[in-house]
Each structure stands twice: as C-alpha cells, then as structure tokens.
Nanobody
Framework: QVQLVESGGGLVQAGGSLTLSCAASGGTFSNYVMDWFRQAPGKGREFVAAISWSGGSTNYADSVKGRFTISRDNAKNTVYLQMNSLKPEDTAVYYC??????????WGQGTQVTVSS
C-alpha cells in the first residue's frame, strides 16, 4: 500500500513563498493523476491543484491560480507544490492524494502552512 508523506510547510509572512513535497513509499503513483488539497481550521478539505500522470497537464483552484505551481518527478515518486505570493487565507494543512476518489490512498499527516499578515 502506498504511503504518502507531505513536507515543506512552515510559517511565512504574507507575500512569501514555500515549496511543498509529497513523497510516496511502498509503491508508485506515477500512473495516477495527483492532486494537492488543503484543509483550513473549521473547514472541509478543498481541492488546490491537479497534475496529470505525465505532468503535461495541470489544473488549479481559482483561489490559487497564478500563484501556485504543481509539478511532479515520477522517477522520485514525488509531487511538488510551489506556492508564491502567499496570503493569510492560504493557511491550512496541505495534503496530496490521487485525483479519483475511488483510487485514493490513505491520507498522510499533511504539512501545516501558516501565513502571517
């Protein structure tokens, strides 16, 4: 069973940048469309970005479009999320997983991103 480990979060001032990583162990996700999600305190988990298995196609939530960039390195079994121009409303725990709900792996622990104003 694939295990997902997210990392790279932290505390950053508004306008700053962070790069998140999601690494898979125990298997590969190179054949899957992969998404980043986030969950803010008191809110449900929401979609942030998606990337095709080849990396050739991406999609973003309107709230992050133009600021975030998703990428992947299938040789390293890792998906990345480059986050620029961060805003306080980006504060959340960030997770990665497969795009298709019926193919989801167990959720990882996520990585906390906190943006101060």
């Amino acid at each position: 069973q694939v295990q997902l480990v997210e990392s790279g979060g932290g505390l950053v001032q508004a306008g700053g940048s962070l790069t998140l990583s999601c690494a898979a162990s125990g298997g590969t996700f190179s054949n899957y469309v992969m998404d980043w999600f986030r969950q803010a305190p008191g809110k449900g988990r929401e979609f942030v970005a998606a990337i095709s298995w080849s990396g050739g196609s991406t999609n973003y939530a309107d709230s992050v479009k133009g600021r975030f960039t998703i990428s992947r390195d299938n040789a390293k079994n890792t998906v990345y999320l480059q986050m620029n121009s961060l805003k306080p409303e980006d504060t959340a725990v960030y997770y990665c997983n497969t795009h298709r709900a019926e193919l989801r792996f167990d959720w990882g622990q996520g990585t906390q991103v906190t943006v101060s104003s």
